[in-house]
């Protein structure tokens, strides 16, 4: 078989020194993506370092009123935590909405970060893939791309990140704790994953060894959702989805936050659709246009031209409901 | 002993339930013996060509490979049956996926690393794999699948059609779909003293020992095949697939036993698939709905290697009556994998185009779409004249109309909200054919006054056993635990696939047989049983040799209540129920389950499942479960069967039709006119995923 060396540290230090000190290693979390694409032979790392027994299963309030969400809580624990459904419902929801209830008690908070994309080239060896071998050709781009990026995508790479949590974490300005070789770093969620650019096999800018400890949320500022719409029920990936945060004052928006996925590489932040709203009237018009200036900059593929529409629909009737304007779908 | 297990109906539960739900019965590839090796194929990346060469040097340094089998090595084979059976003997490539090479090593692990490391090179020349409508391509064979003429005319359809005062001409898509059952195909082979035995995840382990006897150039006699659980075929495992002769032939190059379980990612490729259809239907009518001309015409594909030819126009030869009718198949050869069997091949796919036809014809005519069906509801089957040995579909209409609450139903389009969904409800008719073919069975009685049947069965999830004992034990008259018995070994009475709907009557009417000849020869035996027992033997040859006078079909009525998104175009089936008129229903525990399962594929057809072949590589895209969607828990909703017991002389000894298959069949169709019916927009493309919606929402 295939070997690869397995390590169980028993501290973040000791995490990050294994990392670090071997090249292809990869830290395991719930598993749930990395083994599947060793299965696939998409992944073949020489060492794993195994963090899922690691001290970082916890979710504790913060000084300033904040969440602070260990890199290996379980998703359905997170999801049923009562600070999370209460302050960011709009995470809670996400994780709901994410893979089926075996994959949420094993998938990690960090694992669910570092998910891959599930483009059907990118996990068919036999196919090229410039995110998995940079350089060979992108197939999606004039295939089999229905469900693959409007946003942000680049000519090597259309490929969507496929993390509905992400998404909530995106709209709710959480920042991310990595622990590296050269000591302790917080990133954004918005600038965890990158562009595809020329480099598509770079998902994030996770760099050699760094692991992620926790996930940072800031205080409660508003209400927020989720809303997904899917090929099925339940257990299928996002057509498209958004989390929005959305505070009103005297008939105009104080605060908004409005993130998609589905239709991106990395969680789509919607910073011109939350220009146009701040001071808005908090009405569907403005909630329209906001949206459409998002959406103005999509380019659409042969197929997935549906996905514009899609998002704007969800988004719309997001803010609309968190506006009272619509009742709960 | 309560009269309950001796009856027929009686809701007696499956014999292996217990078994399955601890995990302790056994499947195909839970067989293995100390020493067994594991296989992993290796798959043509080309969609046409010639393998040029196969470098198997790094393969074999792989810790734990023991064997790469290749064209070059692997034995011979007779010529199969089946070309899909053909494999690695020659270097032909005729689709994507293809076996070109098979490693065998002391761990999957290992065997999946060698297949890696296995170097194939190849000569290739372009490919053709997208079914268009007018691809030139496209011809009319002698047959549709079944046996049926591709081609049927009575009268003369389009001057009929051109002169009717109403008219629908619609073009119905159907992609490609995949049966996925939860068990993958596997087979465990092994060879002792001359005698091969495979424990194979088939459908009818004797069609398995048949194909494997003339591969193998081997006398029947030295080969057994085991299928004593399998865990769902929907028609995949209806004939016998490559991964048994793969393992036959491995077990028998290396002299060890041999397991080989087809990754889910490879299934796509080669345990066939729904071939997808493109249907025009025309039908003319007079303005009180009466038609005058019905014409289908199905455009599919086949493999380079096979023709099959989904038989999806032969349900409107059964259907409506109309003095005008033109049902035409045309199929064009394409460099995609072997199409096959899948749950009611032809009438899930034709009755799809069909139903929604007639629910387009409804409207035109401003009537009733129950009330349009019987209208039309023939008095002879319309091709043949033959008269029906039973026809329930009106009785199906009515009972489910007045079940579902029907007749209180707005007719109008897009005017029911509830919140954010639009609801709609929709009906679509359902046919299956009773089809039946020989069967041979044992039955045994024994000194303790216990009986044992024999007939080799195979049992597929539906309860075979259970059946089948009920059925002996109402011939016997004894409870149905007191029977014991045996399937899924082809050292046993013969007997055909658990296919076709028709497991249960063929098996079923040489169990009967046999414990008739039982009773007959108990009622003239003297003194106490012999310790060894008395044991006949019957076969059904005779019997269904013979061609009935009479058309034999199961008919049934779908009805559907959804909600559509009018945000996402996301459909959701609030209510599904359907009423099946299909002779004596002999164990209603489980022709409920059948019924049930059989709608929720059906479900699963209209609104989530597809397989798109992807035209530069010439393999389809979905291949895994979370790309191909079955229905979640959370797409299924309140299911009801019922069905109508019909009193039907000219079907067999227990009067039963078969029940596996119908409950898909007018599914798709039912869902689709419940659309139609919640938002206007009459799609006649499936699955109904929300991308197709979105253009006809508020």
Request: with cysteine.
């Amino acid at each position: 078989m295939r070997p690869f060396a397995y390590l169980r540290p028993a501290s973040v230090a000791e995490a990050v020194r294994a990392g670090a000190g071997h090249p292809g290693a990869r830290f395991l979390g719930g598993g749930t993506n990395l083994v599947d694409l060793m299965k696939l032979g998409v992944e073949s790392p020489g060492l794993l370092v195994d963090v899922s027994r690691l001290p970082l299963d916890r979710v504790e309030p913060t000084d300033d009123g904040g969440l602070r969400i260990g890199a290996t809580v379980r998703n359905s624990d997170l999801a049923a935590h009562p600070g999370v459904r209460s302050g960011y419902p709009a995470l809670s929801q996400a994780l709901l909405a994410g893979a089926s209830g075996q994959l949420r008690n094993t998938a990690t908070t960090g694992g669910n970060l570092l998910q891959r994309t599930r483009c059907p080239y990118f996990q068919d060896v036999s196919k090229p893939c410039n995110k998995r071998l940079p350089g060979s050709g992108c197939p999606a781009r004039e295939g089999a791309h229905r469900d693959l990026a409007v946003l942000g995508h680049s000519e090597d790479c259309v490929a969507t990140n496929p993390s509905d949590m992400a998404v909530a974490l995106a709209a709710l300005d959480a920042a991310i704790l990595l622990h590296g070789p050269e000591g302790e770093r917080t990133v954004p969620v918005t600038d965890f994953h990158r562009l595809p650019g020329d480099n598509p096999d770079q998902d994030t800018v996770i760099r050699p060894g760094e692991l992620i400890t926790e996930v940072v949320l800031p205080p409660p500022a508003a209400t927020s959702l989720y809303r997904k719409a899917r090929d099925r029920a339940s257990y299928a990936f996002a057509l498209a989805s958004v989390a929005a945060v959305l505070s009103v004052r005297d008939g105009r928006v104080e605060r908004a936050a409005l993130a998609f996925g589905g239709v991106a590489p990395r969680p789509w932040r919607a910073r011109v659709a939350e220009d146009v709203l701040r001071g808005a009237p908090a009405d569907e018009e403005t909630f329209a246009r906001a949206v459409s200036a998002e959406l103005a900059t999509a380019r659409p593929l042969r197929d997935n031209g549906f996905k514009v529409d899609l998002a704007h629909r969800l988004a719309v009737g997001a803010l609309a409901e968190l506006a009272g304007l619509a009742p709960p779908a | 002993m309560s009269d309950t297990t001796r009856a027929l109906g009686a809701p007696v539960l499956r014999r292996e339930g217990r078994d399955k739900v601890t995990g302790t019965a056994r499947y195909a590839a839970e067989h293995t013996t100390p020493g067994c090796l594991y296989g992993w194929v290796v798959p043509a990346t080309v969609a046409s060509g010639r393998v040029t060469a196969i470098r198997t040097a790094d393969a074999l340094a792989v810790p734990g490979v023991h064997t790469v089998l290749t064209q070059d090595n692997a034995p011979r084979l007779k010529e199969p049956d089946d070309p899909i059976l053909a494999v690695l003997q020659d270097d032909r490539v005729p689709h994507r996926g293809w076996p070109v090479a098979l490693v065998l090593a002391e761990s999957l692990e290992s065997a999946r690393a060698g297949a890696e490391a296995v170097h194939v090179e190849y000569a290739t020349t372009g490919h053709d794999v997208v079914l268009t409508a007018d691809h030139p391509g496209l011809y009319t064979p002698e047959e549709a699948n079944g046996g049926y003429p591709a081609l049927r005319e009575r009268g003369d359809a389009m001057r009929a059609f051109d002169a009717a005062p109403v008219r629908i001409d619609a073009t119905y898509t159907l992609h490609g779909l995949h049966n996925h059952p939860m068990e993958p195909h596997a087979s465990t082979a092994r060879w002792a003293d001359g005698h091969l035995t495979v424990h194979d995840s088939s459908q009818g382990s004797t069609a398995v020992r048949e194909s494997l006897a003339k591969a193998l150039g081997l006398d029947r006699d030295r080969i057994t095949v085991i299928s004593e659980h399998v865990g769902g075929g929907f028609g995949s495992k209806g004939t016998p697939r490559p991964q048994a002769v793969l393992a036959a032939m491995a077990a028998r190059h290396t002299g060890r036993p041999v397991q080989l379980s087809l990754p889910r990612r490879y299934m796509a490729a080669v345990v066939g698939h729904r071939a997808p259809t493109l249907q025009r239907v025309r039908l003319g009518a007079d303005r009180d709905g009466v038609l005058s001309s019905v014409s289908h015409e199905i455009a599919t594909h086949t493999s380079r290697i096979k023709e099959f030819v989904e038989q999806a126009a032969v349900p409107a030869r059964i259907m409506y009556a109309s003095p005008h009718s033109r049902t035409e198949h045309r199929v064009v050869a394409l460099d995609v994998p072997s199409p096959s069997w899948m749950r009611a091949p032809g009438e899930a796919s034709g009755m799809y185009a069909l139903e929604s036809a007639m629910d387009e014809l409804a409207n035109a005519l401003g009537l009733d779409p129950v009330e349009l069906r019987l209208r039309n509801e023939p008095q002879t089957e319309p091709d043949s004249g033959r008269p029906f040995s039973s026809r329930g579909l009106t009785a199906c209409l009515r009972e489910g109309a007045r079940r579902f609450g029907w007749y209180d139903r707005d007719p109008q389009p897009a005017t029911r909200e509830e919140g954010p969904w639009l609801l709609g409800t929709g009906v679509a008719s359902a046919t299956y054919p009773v089809l039946v073919s020989k069967a041979a069975a044992t039955a045994q009685a024994a000194p303790d006054g216990s009986y044992r049947i024999g007939v080799n069965a195979t049992d597929i999830g539906t309860g075979a056993r259970t059946v089948l004992a009920q059925i002996a034990a109402s011939v016997l008259d004894t409870p149905q635990e007191n029977v014991t018995v045996d399937i899924g070994n082809s050292d046993l009475p013969p007997a055909p696939v658990a296919g076709g709907s028709s497991g249960t009557a063929s098996w079923g009417s040489a169990v009967h047989k046999a414990a008739t000849a039982l009773v007959r020869r108990l009622d003239g035996h003297t003194g106490p049983i012999p310790p060894e027992g008395v044991t006949v033997t019957a076969d059904t040859g005779e019997e269904t040799a013979q061609e009935s006078p009479y058309a034999r079909h199961a008919f049934g009525a779908h009805f559907a209540e959804v909600a559509v998104d009018s945000l996402t175009g996301e459909v959701r089936v609030r209510r599904l129920l359907g009423v099946f008129a299909a002779g004596h229903i002999l164990n209603s525990r489980t022709a409920r389950s059948q019924f049930i399962g059989g709608m929720v594929m059906g479900l699963g057809m209209a609104l989530t499942e597809g397989s798109t072949m992807d035209p530069a590589f010439g393999d389809f895209t979905e291949s895994d479960l979370a790309s191909y969607h079955v229905p979640s828990c959370a797409d299924v909703p309140d299911i009801q069967a019922h069905w109508i017991d019909e009193d039907d002389p000219h079907l067999n000894p227990m009067g039963s039709k078969g029940i596996g298959e119908i409950g898909i069949v007018g599914t798709a169709a039912a869902i689709g006119n419940a659309v139609r019916h919640a938002t206007g927009a009459r799609l006649r493309e499936l699955p109904l995923t929300p991308d197709k919606l979105l253009p006809y929402l508020p």
